[in-house]
């Protein structure tokens, strides 16, 4: 069965001579592609490049490829041994070549230059051209993908029309050919080989003056549009038929005898040496061979490969591996140009000049050069039309540079470096250099230097490819030194690069020196570029954004991204990530000392003057953002500066970015007179860039020595820091540092001053309160009961002192103040109420476990949550955890599992992963409580992988919870360990309640393991942090009841049930339903079975009610055992 794709023509596909309906447009198209590639994997970007083209790609690109291939599979469906099969990356038509005309066409062609027989020459060709019918794919849309295709096939049918045209007049057919030509007179009208044909078509057919003339014609049309006489063999043939000689004659006989193969020209080879020790680059050569064409496809356009990279990278040097590599597939020539766009010795090469070398290379001799640039380049495309040439263009200055050196039709390789980047030039690849891998460098030195002596100090080679920069250039320039010092170690070599300032002088050897490699860039740059270039060396920090070089340079932010850019496109920077800059470090060194050489030292120091001030101004209004509204008076009075923050979450991450930078501020701050404010600010700045990119020790620190540096009478300034500084301290699980940093700096109402430091003095009482410091806490809202409170501070104090009464079992004044505190919040904004949000959090928490009802705290923070929403949310994470726990502890466990997963999910969006630490842990006791045991150690185990060494408190409470995930799971002696390990930590924070309960945890799990000895243990750690607090009070009862189970189960059963009691009136069912629980089995121990079993009908029915599905199976199986 006969089988035809055709594509020299209109699109058809036939099966034994009957046409198969492909569809529309379109598909034809696809189908079309995938034939011009057949038996190669097609990518789907290729697809949607040549089917629909760059502006008209669909809208599910995809999913619109996908449609397309299964309609033209079942198109296909007739054709048998024709399968479209999908591939990773795209699709391939699995099909016999000789099916399809195109391919068939070439293997003709090929057979037909192959040959040795004229006569079957030409027999292949005119059966090879045969099988056109007309414009190839005639039936698509002009397309670029179409129109390039075209052009490729169209020169390809020429070029073989020409080889048919030889072969023809050495058989004697010259009538035949004469017929052809004359019925296409306007083909190809300047091209000399053709017109060379015709001539002698016309001679051999005795009209020998109409020859004549055609040849006058071309020498006229040639001079009038290139600019050109006729080549050398057509004026030579010219004088023959002029002369009537007869080697021109048609051949008197026609033998078909092998013709003899043309004597080959030597192709020009004139490429530089490759580098004997070329090393490394495996994945960019990998990257330019996989963008050729495969073997077997069809080219469509030249292959431009573009290298760009900064000074020294061995942009050359990978060209011309890459060039030697490939040179066999480009038999016709392969060119090397120097353009010398960064040569200081030269001048750049301008591209008539490079035209004219690049022709007389290939054999153009120079009488025949033209003279005009358009003129050499048309000539050069002209020459280049029918070879398959490789051509380095080395050192281009631009696009414009190169783009008249570049072939007009496919078939060669181009590769071009630059140490400007390219980007409006049409090219099949582009690869920007960058520094070679530590591994790399290393191996390039050992070649250089030799892997003996490398191996014998591997250190001092690591440290010398490190000072290098690991920029090939100066490795060879080190080795270079090196090997022509034998006497030299290489350690000796890597202390004389140490020296920062004479490192550049150092990498010089012979003619090859990096500081001149990188001066040639330095000095093609326009005057404000050198300017701008040089201060940037002047920055003390890594790296820097666009406003900081504003500041710098003293220029507009537009004009600076502008001049930043073009420095980055000539690769004078680095881009480490968008939007921001930095030097390779050996170009810094470069700029620094271009700096001190054409700057004044008034002018260095006034630009180090702007970067100084310019990082106390941004930095300081960034601190301020991240401060409750009611603390930046705390922070340097600045002017508003260049760069505004909207949000915390904004300000928090420049600070995190700049860490490197402002540190280096810091140090850039001389010892001179009148400095010390500058000092201070820059202080305050980087104590808390460190604290919230987690650096939590450096923060305590640069605080404490700020806080001795800080004069005696900047009261807001010393609270802040104060305030801050203690709580770094609690994270850190120092909670006696932090104590005594508040007592020495608000611990005493004297030397405050009236107003000022009130929102830090609230928050230090929290700080106190939270970790049962309550006298303290107490004198802190006794100074601030003298000083003048707004609305939102009352409310703070009144909550505070709420909860501190009743921790200390204060309780008939608890409610007032609960009332209190209420009537004040209803009447703040959520804007007001968000510096407070630690003691919203107490508060709802003690007025839960007062009133035993939870909905009027959950209601307060569902309140607190709506008001929360005009745009404060960085408070909302922590109030939907507590929600969760409040939840969960009052017996709604699936509304408290989906609060807390609500309130994780919320903090991701606001907080860095560390941050999440403390609401991981909400998360993991509602868990936990629900008997959801896996993922309560999954949440944990994610927690504790994002929390750094530093927060220690944090660390502390992750291990705590997880050991109580791991004894309720079943494995109790783990679980206790894990809480062991940490316990002192935690102790030391202060956090009580998860201490509380993770002692009860454990002091059940030993009394059902028959330890009642280290159950007595918990009982003491309890009793000596439970204070007065009620519901504490209760859990500690609770924890007696566990250590007395074997040895006085009456007065255990009485002091759970007790806690019972008390825990049923605070609302805490999954605590209450332990309390019964533990009474049910001391009841049990103590043989009162009747008793027990109400005991623990009552835990199980709490549980089930609560969702508490573990807790209520071992109460269910504790009844088990009882019946």
């Given at each position: 069965?006969?089988?035809?794709?055709?594509?020299?023509?209109?699109?058809?596909?036939?099966?034994?001579?009957?046409?198969?309906?492909?569809?529309?447009?379109?598909?034809?198209?696809?189908?079309?592609?995938?034939?011009?590639?057949?038996?190669?994997?097609?990518?789907v970007d290729q697809l949607l490049d040549r089917v629909w083209g760059p502006r008209r790609e669909p809208r599910r690109p995809r999913d619109a490829v996908q449609h397309r291939i299964a309609l033209l599979r079942k198109a296909l469906t007739a054709v048998p041994g024709v399968t479209i099969t999908t591939h990773t990356t795209g699709y391939r038509l699995v099909v016999d070549p000789e099916t399809v005309d195109l391919h068939r066409f070439e293997s003709l062609v090929a057979q037909a230059r192959a040959s040795r027989a004229d006569e079957l020459t030409a027999t292949l060709f005119t059966q090879a051209l045969g099988l056109w019918r007309g414009e190839p794919l005639a039936d698509l849309p002009d397309t670029t993908w179409t129109t390039s295709v075209r052009a490729a096939l169209s020169q390809r049918r020429h070029a073989a029309q020409l080889d048919l045209g030889d072969a023809q007049l050495r058989l004697g057919q010259h009538a035949a050919l004469l017929a052809d030509l004359t019925n296409n007179p306007d083909r190809h009208p300047l091209d000399e080989r053709l017109a060379g044909q015709y001539v002698l078509a016309l001679y051999r057919s005795g009209r020998q003056a109409e020859a004549l003339s055609h040849y006058q014609t071309l020498r006229h049309r040639l001079a009038d549009e290139l600019g050109t006489d006729p080549s050398p063999p057509l004026q030579r043939l010219y004088q023959q038929i002029l002369h009537a000689d007869p080697t021109v004659a048609a051949p008197a006989s026609i033998r078909q005898t092998p013709k003899a193969a043309p004597e080959a020209a030597v192709p020009r080879n004139d490429l530089l040496g490759e580098v004997a020790d070329f090393t490394g680059r495996a994945a960019e050569l990998r990257d330019l061979r996989s963008a050729l064409p495969a073997d077997g496809t069809t080219a469509t356009a030249v292959t431009i490969f573009a290298i760009d990279g900064m000074a020294g990278i061995g942009k050359t040097t990978l060209a011309l591996r890459v060039a030697h590599l490939l040179k066999d597939r480009y038999p016709d020539a392969q060119l090397f140009i120097d353009l010398h766009a960064h040569t200081t010795s030269r001048d750049t090469?301008?591209?008539?000049?490079?035209?004219?070398?690049?022709?007389?290379?290939?054999?153009?001799?120079?009488?025949?050069?033209?003279?005009?640039?358009?003129?050499?380049?048309?000539?050069?495309?002209?020459?280049?039309?029918?070879?398959?040439?490789?051509?380095?263009?080395?050192?281009?200055?631009?696009?414009?540079?190169?783009?008249?050196?570049?072939?007009?039709?496919?078939?060669?390789?181009?590769?071009?470096?630059?140490?400007?980047?390219?980007?409006?030039?049409?090219?099949?690849?582009?690869?920007?250099?960058?520094?070679?891998?530590?591994?790399?460098?290393?191996?390039?030195?050992?070649?250089?230097?030799?892997?003996?002596?490398?191996?014998?100090?591997?250190?001092?080679?690591?440290?010398?490819?490190?000072?290098?920069?690991?920029?090939?250039?100066?490795?060879?320039?080190?080795?270079?030194?090196?090997?022509?010092?034998?006497?030299?170690?290489?350690?000796?070599?890597?202390?004389?690069?140490?020296?920062?300032?004479?490192?550049?002088?150092?990498?010089?050897?012979?003619?090859?020196?990096?500081?001149?490699?990188?001066?040639?860039?330095?000095?093609?740059?326009?005057?404000?570029?050198?300017?701008?270039?040089?201060?940037?060396?002047?920055?003390?920090?890594?790296?820097?954004?666009?406003?900081?070089?504003?500041?710098?340079?003293?220029?507009?932010?537009?004009?600076?991204?502008?001049?930043?850019?073009?420095?980055?496109?000539?690769?004078?920077?680095?881009?480490?990530?968008?939007?921001?800059?930095?030097?390779?470090?050996?170009?810094?060194?470069?700029?620094?000392?271009?700096?001190?050489?054409?700057?004044?030292?008034?002018?260095?120091?006034?630009?180090?003057?702007?970067?100084?001030?310019?990082?106390?101004?941004?930095?300081?209004?960034?601190?301020?953002?991240?401060?409750?509204?009611?603390?930046?008076?705390?922070?340097?009075?600045?002017?508003?500066?260049?760069?505004?923050?909207?949000?915390?979450?904004?300000?928090?991450?420049?600070?995190?970015?700049?860490?490197?930078?402002?540190?280096?501020?810091?140090?850039?701050?001389?010892?001179?007179?009148?400095?010390?404010?500058?000092?201070?600010?820059?202080?305050?700045?980087?104590?808390?860039?460190?604290?919230?990119?987690?650096?939590?020790?450096?923060?305590?620190?640069?605080?404490?020595?700020?806080?001795?540096?800080?004069?005696?009478?900047?009261?807001?300034?010393?609270?802040?820091?104060?305030?801050?500084?203690?709580?770094?301290?609690?994270?850190?699980?120092?909670?006696?540092?932090?104590?005594?940093?508040?007592?020495?700096?608000?611990?005493?109402?004297?030397?405050?001053?009236?107003?000022?430091?009130?929102?830090?003095?609230?928050?230090?009482?929290?700080?106190?309160?939270?970790?049962?410091?309550?006298?303290?806490?107490?004198?802190?809202?006794?100074?601030?009961?003298?000083?003048?409170?707004?609305?939102?501070?009352?409310?703070?104090?009144?909550?505070?002192?709420?909860?501190?009464?009743?921790?200390?079992?204060?309780?008939?004044?608890?409610?007032?103040?609960?009332?209190?505190?209420?009537?004040?919040?209803?009447?703040?904004?959520?804007?007001?109420?968000?510096?407070?949000?630690?003691?919203?959090?107490?508060?709802?928490?003690?007025?839960?476990?007062?009133?035993?009802?939870?909905?009027?705290?959950?209601?307060?923070?569902?309140?607190?949550?709506?008001?929360?929403?005009?745009?404060?949310?960085?408070?909302?994470?922590?109030?939907?955890?507590?929600?969760?726990?409040?939840?969960?502890?009052?017996?709604?466990?699936?509304?408290?599992?989906?609060?807390?997963?609500?309130?994780?999910?919320?903090?991701?969006?606001?907080?860095?992963?560390?941050?999440?630490?403390?609401?991981?842990?909400?998360?993991?006791?509602?868990?936990?409580?629900?008997?959801?045991?896996?993922?309560?150690?999954?949440?944990?185990?994610?927690?504790?992988?994002?929390?750094?060494?530093?927060?220690?408190?944090?660390?502390?409470?992750?291990?705590?919870?997880?050991?109580?995930?791991?004894?309720?799971?079943?494995?109790?002696?783990?679980?206790?360990?894990?809480?062991?390990?940490?316990?002192?930590?935690?102790?030391?924070?202060?956090?009580?309640?998860?201490?509380?309960?993770?002692?009860?945890?454990?002091?059940?799990?030993?009394?059902?393991?028959?330890?009642?000895?280290?159950?007595?243990?918990?009982?003491?750690?309890?009793?000596?942090?439970?204070?007065?607090?009620?519901?504490?009070?209760?859990?500690?009862?609770?924890?007696?009841?566990?250590?007395?189970?074997?040895?006085?189960?009456?007065?255990?059963?009485?002091?759970?049930?007790?806690?019972?009691?008390?825990?049923?009136?605070?609302?805490?069912?999954?605590?209450?339903?332990?309390?019964?629980?533990?009474?049910?089995?001391?009841?049990?121990?103590?043989?009162?079975?009747?008793?027990?079993?109400?005991?623990?009908?009552?835990?199980?029915?709490?549980?089930?009610?609560?969702?508490?599905?573990?807790?209520?199976?071992?109460?269910?199986?504790?009844?088990?055992?009882?019946?």
């Open positions: 069965m006969t089988i035809e794709f055709r594509l020299l023509g209109e699109i058809e596909a036939r099966v034994a001579g009957q046409p198969i309906v492909i569809g529309f447009a379109q598909l034809r198209c696809v189908l079309a592609v995938l034939l011009v590639e057949a038996n190669h994997t097609v990518s090469l301008d591209p008539a000049t490079a035209l004219a070398s690049l022709l007389h290379a290939i054999g153009v001799p120079a009488e025949h050069v033209p003279e005009t640039l358009e003129d050499r380049a048309a000539r050069w495309r002209a020459e280049s039309a029918h070879r398959n040439v490789l051509v380095v263009l080395d050192n281009a200055a631009s696009a414009a540079h190169v783009r008249p050196l570049l072939p007009g039709t496919a078939g060669s390789l181009i590769l071009v470096t630059s140490r400007r980047r390219l980007v409006d030039l049409d090219v099949t690849h582009t690869l920007s250099l960058d520094l070679l891998p530590p591994d790399d460098a290393i191996t390039l030195l050992a070649r250089v230097i030799g892997h003996q002596r490398s191996a014998a100090e591997p250190a001092a080679v690591a440290d010398v490819a490190r000072l290098c920069g690991y920029l090939p250039l100066a490795l060879r320039v080190a080795a270079a030194r090196l090997r022509a010092r034998p006497t030299w170690s290489v350690g000796y070599m890597a202390e004389r690069l140490r020296d920062e300032s004479r490192r550049l002088a150092e990498l010089a050897s012979g003619d090859r020196s990096v500081a001149a490699a990188f001066a040639a860039s330095y000095q093609q740059l326009t005057p404000p570029l050198r300017r701008l270039f040089r201060l940037l060396g002047l920055i003390p920090g890594p790296h820097w954004d666009t406003p900081l070089a504003a500041a710098l340079a003293d220029t507009s932010l537009a004009g600076t991204e502008s001049s930043l850019e073009q420095l980055l496109d000539v690769h004078l920077l680095l881009q480490p990530a968008p939007g921001r800059y930095q030097f390779h470090d050996l170009l810094r060194r470069h700029a620094r000392t271009a700096a001190q050489r054409e700057e004044s030292a008034a002018d260095r120091q006034a630009a180090l003057n702007r970067i100084l001030e310019y990082y106390r101004i941004v930095g300081s209004n960034a601190v301020a953002t991240t401060l409750p509204a009611t603390w930046r008076a705390s922070t340097a009075t600045v002017a508003s500066g260049p760069v505004v923050f909207t949000a915390p979450s904004q300000a928090r991450q420049w600070l995190e970015t700049e860490l490197a930078n402002i540190h280096a501020a810091v140090r850039a701050v001389a010892d001179a007179p009148g400095s010390a404010p500058l000092r201070l600010d820059l202080l305050t700045v980087l104590s808390h860039a460190q604290r919230v990119s987690g650096r939590l020790v450096e923060s305590g620190a640069t605080a404490r020595r700020l806080l001795a540096l800080l004069p005696a009478d900047d009261h807001t300034r010393r609270a802040t820091v104060a305030v801050l500084t203690a709580g770094t301290e609690l994270v850190l699980g120092s909670s006696q540092e932090a104590t005594a940093i508040l007592h020495d700096h608000l611990g005493h109402s004297t030397g405050l001053p009236a107003s000022g430091v009130v929102p830090q003095c609230l928050t230090a009482a929290t700080l106190n309160t939270t970790t049962g410091l309550f006298d303290q806490s107490g004198r802190l809202l006794t100074t601030l009961a003298g000083m003048d409170l707004g609305p939102a501070e009352r409310f703070a104090a009144a909550a505070l002192r709420a909860v501190n009464a009743y921790s200390q079992g204060n309780l008939p004044v608890v409610g007032t103040l609960i009332g209190t505190a209420d009537r004040l919040m209803n009447s703040l904004s959520a804007s007001e109420l968000a510096p407070y949000v630690a003691a919203i959090c107490l508060l709802c928490e003690v007025e839960q476990q007062f009133t035993g009802r939870a909905d009027a705290a959950l209601d307060r923070l569902r309140h607190v949550i709506r008001l929360d929403r005009a745009g404060h949310n960085a408070m909302q994470p922590m109030l939907y955890v507590l929600q969760a726990v409040i939840l969960g502890e009052t017996g709604r466990l699936p509304d408290a599992v989906a609060t807390a997963e609500q309130a994780v999910e919320l903090a991701r969006l606001t907080s860095p992963p560390h941050a999440l630490g403390q609401l991981r842990c909400g998360q993991a006791l509602v868990l936990i409580w629900r008997g959801d045991h896996n993922p309560a150690l999954s949440t944990l185990a994610e927690a504790a992988a994002q929390c750094s060494p530093e927060r220690v408190t944090q660390a502390a409470l992750i291990q705590c919870v997880r050991g109580m995930a791991l004894i309720e799971s079943g494995e109790t002696s783990t679980g206790v360990a894990a809480i062991e390990a940490c316990y002192d930590k935690i102790a030391n924070s202060g956090n009580i309640g998860i201490l509380l309960r993770a002692l009860e945890t454990m002091a059940h799990a030993e009394a059902e393991r028959g330890r009642a000895h280290a159950a007595r243990g918990m009982v003491e750690r309890a009793e000596r942090i439970c204070h007065r607090h009620p519901v504490r009070v209760a859990i500690t009862n609770v924890i007696r009841a566990h250590a007395l189970t074997s040895s006085d189960p009456d007065r255990s059963a009485r002091l759970a049930l007790d806690a019972a009691r008390a825990l049923a009136s605070a609302g805490l069912r999954i605590q209450e339903g332990r309390a019964w629980l533990r009474a049910g089995l001391s009841l049990a121990h103590s043989g009162n079975h009747h008793q027990a079993r109400d005991m623990l009908t009552t835990a199980a029915a709490l549980w089930e009610t609560s969702g508490a599905r573990s807790m209520h199976l071992q109460a269910t199986l504790a009844l088990t055992e009882l019946a």
